[in-house]
């Protein structure tokens, strides 16, 4: 099983900042990552997948790098909405996911 | 638009066995998509439980699948999840959602979602 390994598990942000959310994958699964926000009784929320491209109806202020190993969500300027647990999921062999990063207010 | 609405037992006894079914609207279950079922215990990740097509093929995780079962019913599209000998690690929302196989090739990730079934194993 491929392990995501996410990094930190919160993050204290004030709003108009920037947050960087890290994830990482216990072998290499090229692009084949997606992001998730989750906000508190909800369900997850498709952001991204493939790394870096953004889901339908997601704010230009989220963007999403990496490969291989190494994969980062940026939120530019976090707005109110924002603040919430954002997962990456893997894709390259079956599906995994991290343990989540919660954005919290600072 | 297409929308997930989750049902089912909500406490189950240990080693008892855990039901829950998706009904799907705004997509046909008959059409070639892979409907999905994850799990969320409380305070912790996301953990993917298996898919199913509508032709019946599945595809389950190798550590749940002595205890997995999933089905369809195109009559009333909706899909259902059978969990057997279930113990308190198996207290968890269910989240049923999709990968859309609509394009020349089936996507990888999951949308939309229900929003979720919460399960407790209990005696």
């Known amino acids: 099983e491929i392990v995501m390994t996410q990094s930190p598990a919160t993050l204290s942000v004030s709003p108009g900042e920037r947050a960087t959310l890290s994830c990482r994958a216990s072998?290499?699964?090229?692009?084949?990552l997606a992001w998730y926000q989750q906000k508190p009784g909800q369900a997850p929320r498709l952001l991204m997948y493939d790394a870096s491209t953004r889901a339908t109806g997601v704010p230009a202020r989220f963007s999403g790098s990496g490969s291989g190993t190494e994969f980062t969500l940026t939120i530019s300027s976090l707005q109110s909405e924002d603040f919430a647990v954002y997962y990456c999921q893997q894709y390259n062999y079956w599906y995994t996911f991290g343990q989540g990063t919660k954005v919290e207010i600072k | 638009q297409v929308q997930l609405q989750e049902s089912g037992s909500g406490l189950v006894k240990p080693s008892g066995t855990l039901s829950l079914t998706c009904a799907v609207s705004g997509d046909s279950l008959s059409n070639n998509d892979w409907w999905t079922w994850v799990r969320q215990p409380p305070g912790k990740g996301l953990e993917w439980i298996g898919e199913?097509?509508?032709?019946?093929?599945?595809n389950y995780k190798s550590s749940l699948k002595s205890r997995v079962t999933m089905s369809v019913d195109k009559t009333n599209n909706q899909f259902s999840l059978s969990l057997s000998f279930v113990t308190a690690a198996d207290t968890a929302v269910y989240y049923c959602t999709r990968r859309d196989c609509s394009g020349r090739s089936c996507l990888n990730w999951f949308d939309p979602w229900g929003q979720g079934s919460l399960v407790i194993v209990s005696s």
């Open positions: 199913i097509k509508g032709s019946g093929s599945t």
């Open positions: 072998q290499s699964i090229n692009s084949n």
